[in-house]
C-alpha cells in the first residue's frame, strides 16, 4: 500500500521509539497525529519541524486509561483529519515489579496501558473507518520468559495475543500486526551502557536503534498481505545466547 497522503495516529509518538515512528512515516507523506500525555513540549516540536517540511501534522494530549478516553482520542483524530487510516498503538509503561512485589495496583496499570488501552483504540478505528492498519509495539520478551518484571510481561503477552485474535476478527477490512523490538533506548535516567548491558550478545552483532524499530513499522504498513504476525527487531537475540 501507497503510505503518501494517509493518516496515522501514533500514540506516545513525541519521544523516543514513537518519535522515530512519526518520523519515518511523515518521511513517507503520511499525515501523523501525534498524542502525547505529558510530553508537550517534545509534540509541538515534532509537529512544527514536520509542518516546515510540508507534511501535514498534528498533536493531541490524552491521558488514556478506560475506553471512554480512547474514544475521546479517535474522535479527536477524526475531527481534525477526517479520518484515520493507520493506528501505530506505541505508549507504553514498564516497571520491574517481581511476582512478590506485585500489587493489585501495580498490575492494573500496566494492563491498563499497555493492554487495554490498545484494544480501546483498536475498537475505536473500527468504528469510525471502514478499513485500516494496525501496528502493535510489544517487546522480544514475549516469546520467553524474564523474571523481575511480571505486569509488565503479562501485558505485553496478552497484547500480543490479542494482535492475533484482533487480526482475525476484524479481518479483512484490517490487518493487525506487531513490531517486537529488543533493547533500544536505556530506561529514562540510565545511560547507554545499560542498553547495552540489557541486549547482552545478539547473532547480528548490531546496534538496536529506534529507526530500525521504525522501518519495520512502516513494513507492516504497507504490507497487504500480513496480518497477525509479530516482526522481531531484535537482532536474533531471542535466538538464544551468544559467545562474546
Known amino acids: 500500500m501507497e503510505l503518501n497522503g494517509k493518516c496515522v495516529l501514533v500514540t ?4 523516543r521509539i514513537g518519535r522515530a515512528i512519526c518520523e519515518a512515516l511523515a518521511a513517507r507523506g503520511c499525515t501523523v497525529v501525534v498524542h502525547y500525555r505529558t510530553s508537550e513540549h517534545e509534540a509541538f516540536a515534532l509537529v512544527d519541524s514536520f509542518r516546515v517540511s510540508g507534511v501535514e501534522a498534528f498533536a493531541v494530549q490524552a491521558a488514556l486509561g478506560d475506553a471512554a478516553s480512547c474514544t475521546a482520542l479517535m474522535d ?3 475531527a481534525l483529519v477526517g479520518g484515520v487510516d493507520f493506528l501505530v498503538n506505541n505508549a507504553s509503561v514498564f516497571h520491574r515489579d517481581s511476582l512478590l512485589e506485585t500489587t493489585e495496583a501495580k498490575l492494573l496499570l500496566e494492563l491498563q496501558v ?12 473500527a468504528r469510525v473507518v471502514s478499513s485500516g492498519k494496525i501496528v502493535n509495539l ?12 511480571l505486569p509488565y510481561m503479562l501485558s505485553k503477552k496478552m497484547l500480543a495475543d490479542f494482535t492475533q485474535l484482533a487480526a482475525l476478527e476484524l479481518a479483512p477490512e484490517f490487518t493487525v500486526n506487531a513490531v517486537a523490538p529488543g533493547p533500544v ?3 529514562p535516567g540510565e545511560g547507554p551502557a545499560r542498553t547495552r548491558d540489557l541486549a547482552g550478545a545478539t547473532p547480528l552483532g548490531v546496534g538496536l536503534t529506534p529507526d530500525a524499530v521504525a522501518q519495520a513499522v512502516v513494513y507492516l504498513l504497507e504490507a497487504d498481505a500480513v496480518t497477525g ?3 522481531f527487531v531484535d537482532g536474533g537475540q531471542r535466538l538464544g545466547k551468544t559467545e562474546g
Do not use: I, S
Open 76 to 78: 479527536a483524530c477524526v
Open 229 to 231: 504476525q509479530t516482526l
Open 138 to 149: 510489544l517487546d522480544r520478551r514475549v516469546e520467553g520468559l524474564e523474571c523481575g518484571a
Open 12 to 15: 506516545g509518538g513525541a519521544v
Open 185 to 187: 533506548l536505556p530506561p
Open 114 to 125: 499497555n493492554a487495554f488501552v490498545p484494544l480501546f483504540l483498536t475498537q475505536a478505528l
